[in-house]
């Protein structure tokens, strides 16, 4: 069965340093993996994807993610963060059959000014 | 285009009655998912749609239920409501072309602001 983890409920990071949200997976066969961001009242907006190809993926708002296969990691990053990137983060991976994800817990990001 | 936008964004009711909730994907978008987020239980998936058949579905009871529309607007359903159904039920629709579900997606799902439920 696919299962998503996310180690760490809450990552608190000071404004201008970088940041990592980490995310590992279980999947069986090839991982399609995902993050999304969801501010407060908000639904989830996409940040990026890994399907296929390079490790290191580049999303929206500077984020990347680099895809490590042999510790089944997915880690988001960014070099710099800011105050505004503090919200949830989750990380998914498809399904085996269909238009749907198994979601892990997520991680709440403290950008602190 | 314009998002996935759901109503109502907030709704409040009392055990044991029913509620509505409505979706509308992107434009050309033809699956359609439910998601329900709470506290305790995190994002779990109810169930998805495509050309008015629903393809999967969660681990939810029956008193959950869907449909889809010839214009691919969803409705999802919830009778006999319980405290427990309290939550943020999100939308999100993908692209799915070609239709295909034999495989995982490699679709990218995109939410609308979802349907705060509060049960009484």
């Known amino acids: 069965a696919q299962s998503v983890a996310q180690p760490e409920d809450q990552v608190n990071v000071a404004e201008g340093n970088p940041l990592t949200v980490k995310c590992t997976y279980s999947v069986s066969g090839n991982p399609y993996l995902f993050w999304y961001v969801q501010y407060p009242n908000r639904g989830l907006q996409f940040l990026l994807k890994y399907i296929t190809g390079d490790n290191l993926v580049k999303g929206s708002y500077g984020f990347e993610a680099e895809f490590n296969k042999s510790q089944t990691s997915f880690h988001l990053k960014k070099p710099s963060a800011l105050v505004s990137d503090s919200a949830l983060y989750f990380c998914a991976v498809s399904r085996p059959y269909g238009q749907n994800f198994v979601f892990g817990p997520g991680t709440r990001l403290s950008v602190l000014p | 285009k314009a998002g996935v936008t759901q109503t109502p964004r907030y709704l409040i009711k009392t055990r044991g009655q029913q509620v509505t909730l409505s979706c509308s994907p992107i434009s050309g978008h033809r699956s359609v998912s439910w998601y329900q987020q709470t506290p305790g239980q995190g994002l779990q998936f109810l169930f998805e749609y495509f050309s008015e058949t629903q393809r999967n579905k969660g681990n939810f009871p029956g008193r959950f239920s869907g449909r889809q529309f010839s214009n691919s607007r969803s409705e999802m359903n919830v009778s006999t409501l319980e405290l427990g159904d309290s939550a943020l039920y999100l939308c999100?629709?993908?692209?799915?072309?070609?239709?295909?579900?034999?495989?995982?997606?490699?679709?990218?799902?995109?939410f609308g602001p979802g349907t705060r439920l509060t049960v009484l």
């Open positions: 999100a629709s993908s692209p799915n072309p070609r239709g295909e579900q034999s495989r995982p997606s490699t679709d990218t799902q995109y």
